[in-house]
């Protein structure tokens, strides 16, 4: 019971480190618990002049020891860990063909609308022949319901879809 407690646990606290780093520093300078506890402003100068600031680093990069897992350095690491981790699922899935550039998308989008404008534009000159002897208004509008119905079901077919695709 000669050893005094807590000693360890406040000069970690007092100088942010862990508390394995805090029993290095005292053993390297030849310093028991008693004399920490006996001088502790002096403890914590010889604590924070022994521990290695490098190695204290690295651990809280790591997410151990001095700093713990709530060090702004784990937090990027993990942060950074997270990223590089996302950009090889990103990598693979274009590998795989999942996955295909933004740009390519746009185009392909852009130039089917495109079409699809023109055929839809194209409409009433096919139609025109059609519905010139044409009194009947019902008879009209079903001639070119019809006729746009037959446009947008042609462009909605995947396999038309995937052949001008092909093309582009």
């Known amino acids: 019971m000669g050893r ?7 000069l970690a606290d ?12 005292l053993a390297a300078a030849n310093v028991t618990e008693g004399q920490a506890e006996a001088d502790f402003p002096k403890a914590i100068e010889i604590v924070n002049a022994m521990a290695d600031s490098d190695r204290v680093l ?9 700093g ?3 060090s702004p350095y ?22 795989e063909g999942r996955l295909i550039e ?19 534009i194209a409409v009433g000159v096919r139609l025109a022949p059609r519905v010139a002897g044409e009194n009947d208004q019902k008879s009209i ?11 947008l079901t042609a462009f909605a077919d995947p396999d038309k879809f995937f052949e001008r695709v092909a093309m582009l």
Do not use: W
């Open 4 to 10: 005094p407690k807590g000693v360890i646990r406040k």
């Open 14 to 25: 007092e100088a942010e480190l862990d508390p394995a780093t805090v029993r290095r520093a």
């Open 58 to 66: 690295g651990h809280a990069a790591n997410g151990r020891g001095e």
């Open 68 to 70: 713990g897992t709530e």
């Open 74 to 95: 784990s937090t990027a690491r993990a942060q950074s860990e997270t990223h590089r981790a996302r950009k090889l699922e990103l990598q693979n899935a274009q590998l």
């Open 102 to 120: 933004r740009a390519f998308v746009e185009d392909t989008t852009t130039q089917i609308l495109g079409d699809l404008r023109v055929a839809l």
């Open 141 to 151: 509008a079903r001639i070119i319901e019809d006729e746009i119905r037959n446009t």
